[in-house]
């Protein structure tokens, strides 16, 4: 069911099989995790799990308290309370059976400096006692290779990201953490950054990511935890979430066929659970939970161009859960 998903997202790319989560131990067992800065309680009991395998998101506005959860998980930050285990080894105090399975992505901007991009991903991956070999393979992959001789602080901020990701995966870690790696890039330099972290997750590594963007954790993720204020308000599959809510779905077409007064009868005869009926003179649109039988009428009455059906999204779920606006 979940790699069905994947595979229309990644459009009609065939997913790899790997093995069931479920037979695994989980990549990532968190319980009543807190963390108080002075005053503030930043981490108010996290509770969660990530599978092995899994593509995982932690979503929230600024101050929600990601970035601490994310550093409790890494083992770069020692909890007040609760427990973590990362392939059901304590990562806190740091744990060299772990550093080899566990890969952190640190800031984009903070190179060696006076390294090549070459030189940093072969530094990152001699750490680990791999060789340049490896190194140079990484820098291809993630499509470096023409730039590899550059000074690692020259190269662009889509690059950088990319340079980045690359020194984080030389060891080949089965768990990948990541702050916000997109934030900043432009669409184009997300969507091959996108491209790159699912060929990551195809390969069977787990890899958990923080981020702002909710229409990247909804393209992303196998799941996500909605994180506010601390604590985690839901955590589920994106689209499952979204299903949940039970929203109205907006069918939108072109103005001028149907008026709107006809289309409210029409829907009333037909049986629809229509909220409403507006034209603007460039779009008829109605709010339904049945677009169904909305869609069957226009059909009918060959008024069916320039159609759009936009249901819910994440950022409704957000809403909804928070009670206020996502401010990304
Ligand atoms: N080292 C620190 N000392 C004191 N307060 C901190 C520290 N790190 C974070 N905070 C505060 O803790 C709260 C949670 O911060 P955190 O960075 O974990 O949230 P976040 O969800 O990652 O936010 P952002 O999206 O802005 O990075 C914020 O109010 C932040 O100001």
Redesign the pocket.
């Known amino acids: 069911m979940k790699d069905m998903r994947k595979t229309s997202v990644r459009g009609g790319t065939e997913v790899q099989p790997r093995p069931g989560p479920h037979a695994m131990t989980p990549a990532i067992v968190a319980e009543g995790v807190r963390k108080r ?2 005053e ?1 309680q ?2 108010d009991g996290v509770t969660l799990t990530v599978e092995a395998g899994e593509f995982y998101g932690l979503l ?10 994310l550093e409790m998980l890494e083992g770069v930050r020692e909890p007040d309370e609760g427990r973590i285990e990362l392939f059901g080894l304590s990562p806190w105090p740091r744990n060299p059976r772990l550093l080899p399975r566990i890969g952190v992505q640190f800031q984009a901007s903070s190179f060696f400096r006076g390294l090549t991009a070459r030189e940093s991903v072969r530094l990152f991956a001699a750490l680990y006692g791999r060789g340049h070999r490896q190194a140079d393979a990484m820098l291809e992959r993630v499509g470096l290779s023409a730039v590899a001789g550059v000074d690692a602080e020259r190269l662009s901020g889509g690059q950088a990201h990319r340079l980045s990701i690359a020194c984080t995966l030389a060891h080949e870690p089965d768990l990948v953490f990541l702050d ?1 790696p997109t934030a900043g890039l432009d669409p184009q330099a997300r969507r091959n950054l996108w491209d790159l972290l699912r060929d990551v997750n195809r390969e069977g590594r787990t890899v958990v990511l ?1 981020t ?1 963007y909710l229409d990247e954790a909804e393209i992303l993720c196998d799941r996500v935890s909605v ?1 506010d204020r ?1 604590k985690v308000l839901k955590t589920g599959a994106p689209a499952a979430l979204v299903r949940e809510l039970d929203s109205l779905s907006h069918v939108s077409v072109q103005s001028g066929p149907i008026t709107a007064d006809t289309m409210r009868g029409l829907l009333t005869a037909a049986g629809a659970d229509v909220a409403a009926v507006e034209d603007d003179g460039v779009s008829l649109v109605v709010a339904t939970r049945t677009p169904g039988p909305v869609l069957t009428v226009l059909a009918e009455q060959g008024a069916l161009h320039g159609l759009q059906v936009r249901g819910a999204t994440l950022e409704d779920v957000f809403l909804h859960l928070t009670g206020r606006e996502y401010r990304a």
């Not at 101050?63 to 959860?69: D, S």
């Open positions: 800065y002075g503030l930043a981490v929230g506005p600024n101050g929600a308290g990601k970035t601490t959860t916000e923080t702002h994180m601390g």
